[in-house]
């Protein structure tokens, strides 16, 4: 039976793997919080593969408030710069393999068309600077890895967008909400399923792929399809807001493209708004 611990284990995306684990009987699975396992302290890493001999480390934990990032830059970048070397080289003496997250707002969004893995990176926040020197730490200490950059992530665990909009529905609230962006809403229960397909196969290709649903949305239309699917759209006022202010800046288009991650893996990957309905009529 081969190990698997998942840091970063009661956040949203932790909180997705713990859902789907029981399918998976032939892993043993250790869920470490923050708080458990913190990735900038190494030695307590290491204190926990002395332990157990993990074969494979999904990485949930990061810090992802992209407002806040930009004033505490020291800890933006301890966690998903310096933590994500640490859990590298952690794996590089242990001989694991480690799946990490990284994110579309590693690009600054001056383009109109899908990013490919091989786009020149230049991050415009603080947030996405840090993301992507986590990236390239991971890049320079571990063969066996694989990042998987991912956009827009939501799902029923967490603080996301999605749970955000339920509960303005639930408050009766007018909603405004910004058209100025352009990304791919990414339902985080569909990135877990399919890290644990890679996992399950054994498949080895290991490197830099991108990973969202299928498709484009501005904010504003993840919004209207919320309220659509909620059957809430006749009961919440939107409005389209053109000049949504920021702390950080947020690239104009940032969507990634799957051509890469369909052709090594031959992933069928659901459009967003398929996603979306399934998950809230689930």
């Known amino acids: 039976m081969k190990n698997i611990l998942v840091t970063g284990a009661n956040g949203q995306l932790g909180a997705c793997f713990k ?18 396992a913190d990735i900038t ?36 970048f301890r966690i998903n710069a310096e933590g994500a070397q640490n859990l590298a080289e952690v794996c590089n003496e242990n001989q694991a393999a480690l799946i990490h997250f ?11 068309n899908p990013y490919q893995e091989t786009d020149t990176t230049n991050p415009i926040n603080v947030y996405g600077a840090s993301k992507l020197k986590g990236e390239l730490a991971i890049t320079e200490v571990l063969k066996e890895h694989f990042i998987f950059r991912t956009s827009w992530l939501y799902s029923e665990f967490g603080h996301n967008f999605y749970k955000t909009i339920l509960r303005k529905i639930e408050e009766k609230s007018e909603l405004n909400i910004t058209t100025t962006q ?63 202010k920021t702390i950080a800046a947020r690239p104009k288009y940032s969507v990634l493209d799957k051509t890469k991650i369909q052709q090594k893996f031959q992933k069928q990957i659901p459009e967003w708004k398929v996603s979306l309905k399934t998950l809230i009529l689930s």
């Open 102 to 112: 990284s994110t579309d707002y590693v690009f600054n969004g001056e383009t109109d």
């Open 182 to 244: 352009t990304g791919t809403p990414t339902n985080a229960n569909d990135l877990a399923e399919f890290v644990m397909e890679i996992i399950a196969s054994e498949n080895k290709n290991f490197g830099l792929y991108h990973f969202s649903n299928l498709g484009e949305a501005t904010w504003y239309d993840f919004a209207k399809a919320i309220l659509e699917f909620t059957g809430s759209s006749e009961e919440i006022r939107l409005n389209e807001n053109n000049d949504f």
């Open 19 to 36: 859902k789907i684990s029981g399918n998976y009987p032939d892993f043993n699975f250790v869920f470490k919080s923050s708080s458990e």
């Open 41 to 76: 302290e190494k030695p307590k890493l290491e204190k926990l593969f002395s332990e157990i001999n993990f074969d494979w480390l999904i990485n949930c934990a990061a810090y992802t408030n992209v407002e806040k990032a930009e004033s505490e830059e020291v800890k933006a």
